[in-house]
């Protein structure tokens, strides 16, 4: 199980896994352009020193956890901190497709995603989830993720914790 750029390889499988996101998004306009127009979200990614690298609002880097040939999850590293909000910018954002949910996976993809991190040259990461996502909160405190804010976003009772992670 490894970490692989986004290809046209696993292209099959990763259409796959977001068509299975996308029953229970709540924002499935991303996942609907990613599935119909794949060549064009697949041709956003150069290579820059080995690491795919697309520009977004700031650059980031994009790796699909691959087992046996499938599609997994996706990790999204950010090379500077951003959010939709200017109090909650984070670095990386993972997630995994729920048919491999609650099998380990989720803690793979973040463990590994924390050494591409520290291979783009980053020594510690802002990580965000929200409060409700209980998955989400245990993966990044068994990265090592420290607490240190909880912030509410004005939307409705959203809350969101924010986490630092030290990249050993």
Same mark, same amino acid.
């Given at each position: 199980?490894?970490?692989?750029?986004?290809?046209?390889?696993?292209?099959?499988?990763?259409?796959?896994?977001?068509?299975?996101?996308?029953?229970?998004?709540?924002?499935?306009?991303?996942?609907?352009?990613?599935?119909?127009?794949?060549?064009?979200?697949?041709?956003?990614?150069?290579?820059?020193?080995? &690491?795919?690298?697309?520009?977004?609002?700031?650059?980031?880097?994009?790796?699909?956890?691959?087992?046996?040939?499938?599609?997994?999850?996706?990790?999204?590293?950010?090379? &500077?901190?951003?959010?939709?909000?200017?109090?909650?910018?984070?670095?990386?954002?993972?997630?995994?497709?729920?048919?491999?949910?609650?099998?380990?996976?989720?803690?793979?993809?973040?463990?590994?995603?924390?050494?591409?991190?520290?291979?783009?040259?980053?020594?510690?990461?802002?990580?965000?989830?929200?409060?409700?996502?209980?998955?989400?909160?245990?993966?990044?405190?068994?990265?090592?993720?420290?607490?240190?804010? &909880?912030?509410?976003?004005?939307?409705?009772?959203?809350?969101?914790?924010?986490?630092?992670?030290?990249?050993?």
């Amino acid at each position: 199980m490894e970490l692989y750029p986004p290809s046209n390889k696993y292209k099959d499988s990763y259409i796959s896994g977001l068509k299975e996101m996308l029953l229970e998004s709540p924002n499935p306009k991303f996942l609907k352009t990613e599935i119909d127009n794949f060549d064009i979200y697949l041709s956003q990614f150069t290579t820059s020193n080995n &690491e795919p690298v697309a520009k977004g609002i700031v650059p980031f880097s994009e790796y699909w956890l691959i087992n046996e040939e499938k599609y997994v999850g996706t990790v999204q590293i950010r090379h &500077e901190a951003s959010g939709r909000f200017d109090n909650i910018k984070s670095h990386i954002y993972f997630h995994i497709i729920p048919s491999r949910r609650r099998q380990g996976y989720g803690n793979k993809i973040l463990s590994l995603g924390l050494k591409k991190s520290r291979i783009l040259g980053l020594n510690k990461v802002m990580i965000t989830c929200d409060k409700k996502n209980v998955a989400s909160r245990k993966i990044i405190e068994n990265n090592n993720g420290i607490l240190i804010n &909880e912030i509410m976003t004005g939307v409705g009772s959203e809350t969101i914790l924010k986490y630092l992670i030290k990249i050993k």
